[in-house]
């Protein structure tokens, strides 16, 4: 298969699985038997969105082998068991260069585990499980960022070679230094998948409203 059509056949599945994350939430909050961990752990599932949105007919073609995928969001948790054997090739805390990019919420974690969560006999199977994966924080401990650790990121990505970056994150007003950043990075190739914004069907937030990013 083409590369570049791996690459989006990747970054529309992220872009999928992330926008159902409501809709998942919604079912898990009424549905009280999926909250139990034991059930989870006792064996990996695939969550019921990959087969209701085509992810299982996308491995067939790909699991993200050779695929870089830079996650730009609170950190990572290491010590997570379904993701301290991924294919994480660096960690890089842009808030305190200083210190390791530890997550403090969680949220980090989460969007891994989604795009690479392993696949083995535990928790669930990420979609791009054997992708490259670079966690680039620039979300401290009440999710927030500011737009210059954005640009900086997004530089790092340019310079090694990313396909994919992933920003499970949105301000709802345009920045200049924002835009030009995301058209830099997209210049040089790299597909960026940002979330809507927690609007519940209003009007999208920034960077997602960017006609260049998915």
Request: contains cysteine; glycine residues 6%; hydrophobic residues 45%.
């Given at each position: 298969m083409h590369k570049h059509k791996k690459l989006f056949l990747l970054s529309s599945a992220i872009f999928a699985i992330l926008s159902s994350i409501l809709a998942a939430n919604l079912y898990m909050s009424n549905n009280p038997s999926t909250q139990n961990p034991q059930q989870v752990y006792k064996k990996q599932i695939i969550p019921w969105s990959y087969k209701k949105l085509g992810i299982t007919k996308i491995w067939k073609f790909t699991r993200g082998k050779n695929v870089k995928i830079a996650i730009l969001d609170s950190g990572i948790d290491l010590n997570h068991p379904d993701l301290k054997h991924a294919n994480i090739i660096k960690t890089i805390n842009f808030i305190e260069p200083n210190k390791p990019a530890v997550d403090e919420t969680g949220h980090g974690?989460?969007?891994?585990?989604?795009?690479?969560?392993?696949?083995?006999?535990?928790?669930?199977?990420?979609?791009?499980?054997?992708?490259?994966?670079?966690?680039?924080?620039?979300?401290?401990?009440?999710?927030?960022?500011?737009?210059?650790?954005?640009?900086?990121?997004?530089?790092?990505?340019?310079?090694?070679?990313?396909?994919?970056?992933?920003?499970?994150?949105?301000?709802?007003?345009?920045?200049?230094?924002?835009?030009?950043?995301?058209?830099?990075?997209?210049?040089?190739?790299?597909?960026?998948?940002?979330?809507?914004?927690?609007?519940?069907?209003?009007?999208?937030?920034?960077?997602?409203?960017?006609?260049e990013v998915i």
């Open positions: 974690t989460f969007i891994a585990g989604i795009i690479a969560a392993q696949n083995n006999n535990f928790g669930i199977v990420g979609i791009a499980p054997e992708a490259e994966i670079y966690i680039l924080k620039i979300l401290n401990k009440k999710l927030e960022g500011k737009v210059d650790l954005v640009v900086r990121a997004l530089d790092f990505c340019i310079k090694n070679k990313i396909n994919i970056v992933n920003m499970s994150f949105s301000t709802s007003s345009d920045n200049p230094k924002l835009r030009k950043a995301v058209l830099k990075a997209t210049k040089h190739g790299i597909i960026i998948v940002a979330s809507a914004r927690n609007s519940f069907g209003s009007k999208a937030g920034f960077p997602a409203s960017y006609p």
